[in-house]
């Protein structure tokens, strides 16, 4: 089974026992959350869209808090002197994907 959920804005795409890293959501290690938004159900052939989707998705938190890469942007005007740095390292949840139902 197959799905496709909208999450903190993003599309995923989803299977059940799937780890996957997504925007950092509110809850602690062990918390069990609920996705309604699902866009596309594929069960074995048959495909649901749209607005006759009446699933939900359910996932178990992994890690609360996971830190991404950390990004720079250096900004820098020729012969002027000028020079700007800032960085910032993304904050995401690890879920693990329970049910499809």
Known sequence: MLAIVKIAGQQ???QEG??????HLQGKTGDKVEFNEVLFVDNNGSITTGSAVKT???AEII???VQGDKVIAFKMKRRKGFRKKHGHRT???RIKI???A
């Open 56 to 58: 939900t998705v359910k």
């Open 18 to 23: 799937q780890n996957l890293y997504v925007p």
């Open 63 to 65: 890690s609360d808090l």
């Open 91 to 93: 904050h995401y949840t």
């Open 98 to 100: 329970e049910s499809i």
């Open 12 to 14: 995923f795409k989803v």
